[in-house]
């Protein structure tokens, strides 16, 4: 079973930044396709960012240029660094890991972007 464990949420001004991390448990890290998706309050859930697990990624148009998906497979983690943040981007923020026609979910971390 995997398990997916984020941090990184937290409250920050617009123009700000925010790094949020996520730590899987279990050997099949490296050979996954590792995901972001958000949920803002009364919208649907979104794809924001994914990287698989030969580093190539891709990004909802709202956030290319200002968001940054990375993994580190010897840590069993990947990254979203978020900059230029905007409240729009307001949203509880979700890990995932794609392996063999399964989703695993990490519990969400609250990001909010507000003055």
């Known amino acids: 079973q995997v398990q997916l464990v984020e941090s990184g949420g937290g409250l920050v001004q617009p123009g700000g930044s925010l790094r949020l991390s996520c730590v899987a448990s279990g050997s099949i890290f490296s050979i996954s396709v590792m995901g972001w998706y958000r949920q803002a309050p009364g919208k649907q859930r979104e794809l924001v960012a994914a990287?698989?697990?030969?580093?190539?990624?891709n990004y909802v148009d709202s956030v290319k240029g200002r968001f940054t998906i990375s993994r580190d497979n010897a840590k069993n983690t990947v990254f979203l660094q978020m900059n230029s943040l905007k409240p729009e981007d307001t949203a509880v923020y979700y890990c995932?890991?794609?392996?063999?026609?399964?989703?695993?979910w990490g519990q969400g971390t609250q990001v909010t972007v507000s003055s």
């Open positions: 990287i698989t697990s030969g580093g190539r990624t």
């Open positions: 995932t890991l794609d392996w063999d026609r399964q989703t695993y």
